[in-house]
């Protein structure tokens, strides 16, 4: 079995920052990829940012030149350094794992940006 965990979220006014971490953990044999959905309410959910299975990262073009994605794989965690953060960015923030074939999420954090 395999544990999502993110943490990091909260509440910032318009114009700020936060950075998220999630880690995953158990029995993990192969990563393929790491990343993070949001979803607004009301709103369909919204792939953010990940690390593909080649090494790559994509980015929604929503939060292009604010939002990074960055990892440490040797702790199996990802980061995602949010600045200029939006009221539309408000959303529970969700990460994934892709283990093999399947993928595992965690159970989201909250980030309220206040305008």
């Known amino acids: 079995q395999v544990q999502v965990v993110e943490s990091g979220g909260g509440l910032v006014e318009a114009g700020g920052s936060l950075r998220l971490s999630c880690v995953a953990s158990g029995s993990i044999f192969s990563l393929n990829a790491m990343g993070w959905y949001r979803q607004a309410p009301g709103k369909e959910r919204e792939l953010v940012a990940a690390f593909t299975s080649g090494g790559d990262t994509n980015y929604a073009n929503s939060v292009k030149g604010r939002f990074t994605i960055t990892r440490d794989n040797a702790k199996n965690t990802v980061y995602l350094q949010m600045m200029s953060l939006k009221p539309e960015d408000t959303a529970v923030y969700y990460c994934?794992?892709?283990?093999?074939?399947?993928?595992?999420r965690g159970q989201g954090t909250q980030v309220t940006v206040s305008s």
């Open positions: 994934y794992a892709v283990v093999g074939f399947f993928e595992y």
